[in-house]
């Protein structure tokens, strides 16, 4: 069974840029999660999907991000524009269900950096 | 705004040593307790889960819930320096929503 996909693995942009990321969950997982990790701290959620539904986006900054899941299949999350502090590794993670045995399945991650 | 705490470390133990990870939390109602390892540039995967009070053993790990303390543990036995990670915890919140909220992770390093 193919894992939870994410691109780039890797993106360096300049303050005031835009970046996107694409997500491609575990086939089948109606759950899809967006994370913000910053070095040294655990994984901060940012927007929780189901199917193509948000279920929770309170910590997204949506002044800046965005995020959709056309679909109820892939996800993109977009900034725009970047800040210096949105440097992290973004974490996609799915999962088969949203209740109480909530084992979510995480991707590689995209590392970000903005200079 | 929900807590979840860690000791940062880094934990250092002997290879063959009982590791001990601890993690308290502010939500009295929380549900579900998740233990996750995060190797250096990876992205984090589950250990263990559990739900009630008391143990829950699989293999060398052992998760260890204590609601009314407000705490949950991981013990490594036999610890192994493939271990050498950082041990999230997540935890998830009472009201009906079950998406975690993640401690920033204890760093265990166990040497040979």
């Known amino acids: 069974e193919a894992g939870v996909a994410q691109s780039p693995r890797y993106k360096i942009i300049e303050k005031r840029q835009s970046v996107a990321f694409w997500c491609n969950p575990i086939?089948?997982?109606?759950?899809l999660y967006w994370y913000q990790q910053i070095l040294g701290q655990g994984p901060k959620l940012l927007i929780q999907?189901?199917?193509?539904?948000?279920?929770?986006d309170s910590q997204l900054p949506k002044d800046r991000f965005s995020a959709e899941r056309l679909k109820g299949v892939d996800s993109t999350l977009k900034i725009q524009p970047a800040k210096l502090e949105d440097s992290a590794v973004y974490l996609c993670?799915?999962?088969?269900?949203?209740?109480?045995?909530?084992?979510?399945?995480f991707g590689p991650g995209t590392r970000l950096t903005v200079l | 705004q929900k807590e979840v705490e860690q000791n940062s470390g880094p934990l250092s133990v002997p290879e063959g040593a009982i590791a001990s990870l601890n993690c308290t939390y502010s939500?009295?109602?929380?549900?579900?307790f998740f233990w996750y390892r995060q190797y250096s540039g990876k992205s984090p995967e589950l250990i263990m889960f559990?739900?009630?009070?008391g143990d829950k053993e699989d293999g060398r790990f052992t998760a260890q819930l204590n609601k009314a303390s407000q705490y949950v543990s991981l013990l490594i036995r036999d610890s192994q320096p493939s271990d050498s990670a950082t041990y999230l915890c997540?935890?998830?919140?009472?009201?009906?929503?079950?998406?975690?909220?993640f401690g920033r992770g204890t760093s265990l390093i166990v040497h040979p």
């Open positions: 993670a799915s999962s088969s269900s949203s209740g109480r045995a909530n084992e979510q399945f």
């Open positions: 086939s089948g997982h109606a759950t």
């Open positions: 999907f189901q199917n193509n539904g948000v279920v929770d």
């Open positions: 939500d009295r109602g929380s549900q579900s």
């Open positions: 559990i739900y009630s009070n």
């Open positions: 997540a935890v998830t919140p009472s009201g009906g929503s079950y998406i975690p909220t």
